[in-house]
T-cell receptor, first 116, second 115 residues
Framework: GAGVSQTPSNKVTEKGKYVELRCDPI?????LYWYRQSLGQGPEFLIY????????DSGLPNDRFFAVRPEGSVSTLKIQRTERGDSAVYLCASSLSTGGYTDTQYFGPGTRLTVL | AQSVTQLDSQVPVFEEAPVELRCNYS??????LFWYVQYPNQGLQLLLKYLSGSTLVKGINGFEAEFNKSQTSFHLRKPSVHISDTAEYFC?????????????FGAGTILRVKS
């Protein structure tokens, strides 16, 4: 079946602009995660959704970052007033999350954000 | 809080040679351990995971890893590598919790297999 998809694959924007990054999880997966991967580093956790609600947003770096998942499927990561330091690959992952905390996370290909 | 250290940023190795990618972690609570692989221009893919039980875990593509609690290590090994194993490998941990298992990743090790 289809895996996790993310759009766009690449996004170039100017400093100060607003951007939205979209994630389509695997059908039926109730858990959804966002990570950010800066150059030369491993992915860094941003936020975790269980269904429609953000169960853990402790990784969001500041209030310019916000994410939603209104119907418990597609999620959008929103970044306001972008800064050059926001340039990174933004990864989305989903898992079944049947209540066990050992579910495998399946990752999308990522969105490469470049802030000029 | 948890942290993961991958001791080698790059590991060059000849085809059919054995390889070990090292991973150490730090955590004040019990964790699960994972290795993910990222092939060029592809997303992260789970290679193997340790949840409990036998400390030797076998994964896909002939990889295995051994959990050593006393040394807080989870090194990845393969007895004979192929050109197709060229990729970046990430070690990750996840603290035990009731829901969700946010992953804490290391910085990654690039494995370059040469012919």
């Amino acid at each position: 079946g289809a895996g996790v998809s993310q759009t766009p694959s690449n996004k170039v924007t100017e400093k100060g602009k607003y951007v939205e990054l979209r994630c389509d999880p695997i059908s039926g997966h109730t858990a959804l995660y966002w990570y950010r991967q800066s150059l030369g580093q491993g992915p860094e956790f941003l936020i975790y959704f269980q269904g429609t609600g953000a169960a853990d947003d402790s990784g969001l770096p500041n209030d310019r970052f916000f994410a939603v998942r209104p119907e418990g499927s597609v999620s959008t990561l929103k970044i306001q007033r972008t800064e050059r330091g926001d340039s990174a690959v933004y990864l989305c992952a989903s898992s079944l999350s049947t209540g066990g905390y050992t579910d495998t996370q399946y990752f999308g290909p990522g969105t490469r954000l470049t802030v000029l | 809080a948890q942290s993961v250290t991958q001791l080698d940023s790059q590991v060059p190795v000849f085809e059919e040679a054995p390889v070990e990618l090292r991973c150490n972690y730090s955590s004040s609570v019990s964790v699960y351990l994972f290795w993910y692989v990222q092939y060029p221009n592809q997303g992260l893919q789970l290679l193997l995971k340790y949840l409990s039980g036998s400390t030797l875990v076998k994964g896909i593509n002939g990889f295995e890893a051994e959990f050593n609690k006393s040394q807080t290590s989870f090194h990845l090994r393969k007895p004979s590598v192929h050109i197709s194993d060229t990729a970046e490998y990430f070690c990750a941990v996840s603290p035990l919790m009731e829901y969700g298992n946010k992953l804490v990743f290391g910085a990654g090790t690039i494995l370059r297999v040469k012919s």
